[in-house]
């Protein structure tokens, strides 16, 4: 799993990439959706993950669509939610929609 996840991060062939992105583990998919050199392919099969951590790894890549962002704003998970609104990629309607929406907020989330 170690050597998975590692390969996972680097800048691998696109291949590759795709195919740790439908790993067993959790942890390995996370990776791959966290790179930024990771295909469109990968990516697209990672948006369809059930894992939180691993829709949580990709609503933080900034290479993200922001039309997938949009689409992942309500989602029930507090850490993609946190992540989409911490994605430059987002639009700002959107970030400050999540702050409204969000019971415990009140204003407009700050960005890193």
Avoid: C, Y
Avoid at 3 to 29: F, I, M, N, T
Avoid at 70 to 94: C, F, I, Q, W, Y
């Amino acid at each position: 799993m170690a050597e998975r996840a590692v390969l996972a991060k680097q800048a691998g062939p696109a291949w590759q990439l795709r195919l740790l992105a439908q790993d067993p583990d959790s942890s390995v998919r996370a990776a791959v959706a966290a790179n930024v050199h990771a295909p469109s392919e990968a990516f697209d099969l990672l948006r369809a993950d059930g894992d939180a951590g691993v829709l949580a790894a990709l609503a933080g890549n900034h290479i993200v669509p922001s039309d997938w962002l949009s689409r992942m704003v309500k989602h029930e998970s507090a850490a993609v939610r946190a992540k989409v609104a911490g994605n430059l990629r987002t639009p700002d309607h959107l970030v400050a929609r999540m702050a409204w929406a969000d019971k415990g907020s009140r204003g407009t989330p700050t960005r890193p």
